[in-house]
């Protein structure tokens, strides 16, 4: 018998979660009538089903995973974390980004695993969620490990550097990566001869971490921003995708459009972002995955 924890967290919603471009290993699961949602997640060797549901006009969230695991789920979901202080931290007056905050109040950044996230994000240029998550499962069904859960169910692990060292070019090609392809594979080298040092990488601050991960070949700004936030935690990050760069352009441009019309295209979205956003220094990353979330739901 697989044990179940139970608790009532404020701000967690797995639905939002699922939905919020960062996780690419959380599928829907069968529920009963009685649940709001169900998941399953997979994380390195560990795999977890989690549940919501109402019980006395509160939701109520079932981690179904071995006793050992329960540290490691709780850390992933970022618990200790308090986003009640962010979401009040809201500036009252923007009142887009309040509207966003109380849209994706339930989101929570991820703590996933690294190479995971470097992989993915690579895979994420140019590809629908859609896309990237079938292709992150074909990685992982094809060069992962396969494990079994205490009841019977098989599960494959995201593949080591070691293990993707074991894909050709063609076999890359064949999953329907495109250019991507080459990225992976310089970058699966770089990292099994040491030059992309995941242990040095997980050490470095933001700042540091942004400028190393844009030396490899693949890596720009907004790859290595994602991997910054998802694969780092460093909550800070901002990443600019089609996405929020038209949130930028359509909700705050318009503030201060006679000044940003004298600023190059390069500075624009760094210049929007510093005047609205810098206010909520050491987590604007939270605020971006609102936006994100809020704009893709209302689309």
């Not at 560990?46 to 109402?54: N, P, V």
């Not at 019980?55 to 709780?74: H, L, N, V």
């Not at 969620?129 to 060069?143: D, G, H, N, T, Y």
């Not at 909700?251 to 810098?278: G, M, N, V, W």
Request: net charge neutral; charged share 20%; glycine share 6%.
């Amino acid at each position: 018998m697989i044990p179940i924890f139970t608790a009532e967290i404020p701000c967690f919603d797995i639905n939002q979660i699922a939905a919020s471009g960062q996780c690419f290993r959380m599928n829907p699961i069968s529920r009963d009538e009685k649940e709001a949602s169900a998941y399953s997640v997979i994380s390195g060797p560990h795999y977890l089903e989690i549940r919501q549901f109402l019980s006395d006009g509160k939701t109520q969230t079932a981690f179904c995973c071995p006793q050992e695991d329960r540290d490691f789920w709780f850390r992933y979901f970022d618990l200790d974390t308090d986003y009640q202080n962010f979401l009040s931290s809201i500036d009252p007056e923007d009142s887009y980004l309040v509207a966003a905050g109380k849209a994706g109040k339930g989101i929570r950044i991820l703590r996933q695993d690294l190479w995971e996230m470097i992989i993915t994000f690579i895979i994420s240029q140019q590809k629908t969620i859609p896309a990237i998550r079938q292709a992150v499962e074909q990685l992982s069904l094809l060069f992962g490990t396969p494990l079994s859960t205490e009841d019977g169910k098989i599960f494959y692990t995201f593949p080591t550097p070691r293990q993707l060292s074991t894909a050709s070019l063609e076999d890359l090609l064949d999953l329907k990566l495109g250019y991507r392809a080459k990225y992976i594979a310089k970058t699966v080298r770089d990292a099994c001869s040491g030059a992309l040092d995941l242990e040095l990488l997980s050490s470095m601050e933001y700042a540091s971490a942004m400028a190393y991960l844009r030396q490899f070949y693949g890596i720009g700004e907004k790859v290595a921003n994602c991997i910054c936030l998802f694969g780092l935690h460093h909550i800070d990050a901002f990443p600019v995708d089609t996405w929020i760069q038209k949130i930028l352009m359509a909700e705050y441009f318009p503030k201060a459009a006679r000044r940003y019309q004298k600023l190059p295209k390069s500075r624009l979205c760094q210049t929007i972002i510093q005047d609205h956003f810098s206010r909520y220094q050491g987590y604007a990353g939270v605020m971006q995955q609102y936006i994100f979330f809020y704009e893709r739901t209302r689309s």
